[in-house]
């Protein structure tokens, strides 16, 4: 069975430090990409950091380039995400989720080509 378990959420100011982890089981880490994406309450999926887990290779959306960090331990089976000056509209429960590539260009740069798994998520909240 394919498990994606987040963790690391939480309440914090504007302009603190998160780090979220994705631990991964049930499938072979390294042969697929791993991405983050987070959902505010009335808005879409945004799809922000996406890493190629066989190159390390990674890429991010406009909104948080710069801020936020995407990195993986193989060893571990686990995906991490630094968030850096974290802002009010950061907001929104954050997910990881696995999928055949990453989308390396475009508008859509940082989101997954699919979404194959993905897990419960962990809720993020930034106080102004």
């Known amino acids: 069975e394919v498990q994606l378990v987040e963790s690391g959420g939480g309440l914090i100011q504007a302009g603190g430090s998160l780090r979220l982890s994705c631990v991964v089981s049930?499938?072979?880490?390294?042969?697929?990409?791993i991405g983050w994406f987070r959902q505010a309450p009335g808005k879409e999926r945004e799809g922000i950091s996406c890493?190629?887990?066989?190159?390390?290779?990674?890429y991010y959306a406009d909104s948080v380039k710069g801020r936020f960090t995407i990195s993986s331990d193989h060893a571990k089976n686990t995906a991490y995400l630094q968030m850096n000056s974290l802002k009010p509209e950061d907001t929104a429960v954050y997910s990881c989720?696995?999928?055949?590539?990453?989308?390396?260009?475009?508008?859509?740069?940082?989101?997954?080509?699919?979404?194959?798994?993905w897990g419960q998520g962990t809720q993020v909240t930034v106080s102004s």
């Open positions: 049930g499938f072979t880490f390294g042969d697929d990409a």
């Open positions: 890493i190629d887990a066989s190159d390390g290779s990674t």
């Open positions: 989720a696995a999928g055949r590539a990453c989308i390396t260009t475009g508008q859509a740069m940082g989101h997954l080509t699919t979404y194959d798994y």
